[in-house]
């Protein structure tokens, strides 16, 4: 699946990415700690300057959504799930995470509808 610079899709999500930059990057760190911000900086790096969307992008893309939704905090062999026992459940910012995942998944939702002959490569991370 290859979406260009002039797909809305691909526009929009890219739109998504810029808007929501350092609080994408603040969520990496929480619930990734620095390994997981490097792969998000690199993967808004890329964006900024890539005009298609490649497979490399989509594998980071997941990789992203899996982060947001805390799709492996409940694997001890992950450095996910120390870095989700240590947040307080409480804190005001678990909204703005929820609220950056939901808008990711729309995004990527809406890349998936304009390529319906393709597999979601962002759905298996």
Not at 84 to 106: K, N, P, Y
Request: with cysteine; glycine share 4%.
């Amino acid at each position: 699946m290859i979406r260009t610079t002039t797909s809305p899709a691909y526009i929009a999500l890219r739109a998504f990415l810029k808007e929501h930059d350092e609080a994408l990057q603040n969520a990496a760190l929480l619930l990734g700690d620095n390994p997981a911000l490097r792969r998000t900086q690199r993967l808004l790096e890329a964006f900024g300057s890539q005009p298609i969307l490649t497979r490399r992008l989509c594998r980071e893309l997941a990789a992203l959504r899996a982060l947001l939704s805390l799709e492996h905090v409940g694997d001890s062999d992950r450095p996910e799930a120390a870095c989700f026992a240590r947040i307080d459940l409480a804190w005001h910012g678990i909204e703005e995470i929820c609220l950056l995942e939901e808008g990711l998944v729309q995004c990527l939702d809406r890349l998936e509808a304009e390529a319906l002959d393709t597999a979601p490569l962002w759905r298996a991370a």
